[in-house]
């Protein structure tokens, strides 16, 4: 099966439709930047378009956003308004907690139907929220991403993956002996709300659980033996 991404670079059309793009009216620096995919996406421009490593990535660690020179093949001053990319260069994003191979999973083709399903017959682990409004597109990458056509703001966490969406193939759950073969070494996976005081009455009916948030990590047979 053709990978759904193969590298690309701007074409003269896709530029022209970037001209249009009202929100950089004037030069700005890069760090002034809430990067809007909407107004992008709009114009023609795909994913492969700025994110073209992502097909030959193996590391959760690589870096995918786009360098300066891709934003600049636009943004020139003539095709679109000029900016100034030298920022991006020092640009780091969120250190990751996980591995994840983006070559590998993008062989594997759409899996937007197999989220779907387990969201539609009840098998889906954790709250999937407005997931499944996004599961109809063909494109294989806002099967993970998703929301970016409606996006005019990207912070650190926008648009990742949640844990429910990978257990929906990556499905053994035997917390805590399985949490390495997805996180690396070290990680930080309690989450804030596990205090000490949640230690002592998480089990006695006096906090109230919203057990539909405890199955990524616990499975739905998770038993006391798990932690104690």
Not at 95 to 102: A, I, N, P
Not at 183 to 205: C, I, K
């Amino acid at each position: 099966m053709r990978s759904i991404l193969h590298r690309a670079v701007p074409t003269r059309g896709a530029c022209m439709r970037a001209a249009a793009f009202l929100l950089l009216c004037v030069p700005a620096t890069a760090q002034d930047w809430a990067f809007p995919h909407k107004p992008h996406l709009e114009r023609g421009l795909v994913c492969q378009t700025c994110h073209s490593a992502a097909e030959g990535s193996q590391q959760a660690a690589d870096n995918l956003l786009p360098n300066g020179q891709i934003c600049s093949a636009c943004h020139d001053g003539q095709t679109a308004p000029a900016i100034d990319t030298a920022p991006l260069a020092q640009r780091q994003h969120e250190t990751r907690s996980y591995r994840f191979d983006h070559e590998f999973h993008l062989k594997q083709g759409n899996i937007a139907p197999l989220i779907a399903a387990a969201i539609d017959d009840g098998s889906y682990h954790g709250k999937p929220g407005d997931t499944r409004q996004f599961l109809n597109s063909k494109n294989a990458c806002v099967a993970c991403h998703r929301g970016l056509t409606e996006s005019e703001s990207v912070t650190a966490a926008a648009h990742m993956p949640q844990m429910g969406d990978c257990i929906v193939c990556h499905s053994k759950i035997d917390n805590p002996f399985t949490c390495s073969e997805c996180h690396v070494e070290g990680a930080n996976l309690m989450p804030a709300d596990h205090t000490r005081q949640f230690a002592d009455l998480h089990s006695t009916g006096k906090v109230e659980l919203d057990k539909l948030s405890c199955l990524p990590c616990h499975g739905r047979n998770f038993g006391c033996m798990g932690c104690h």
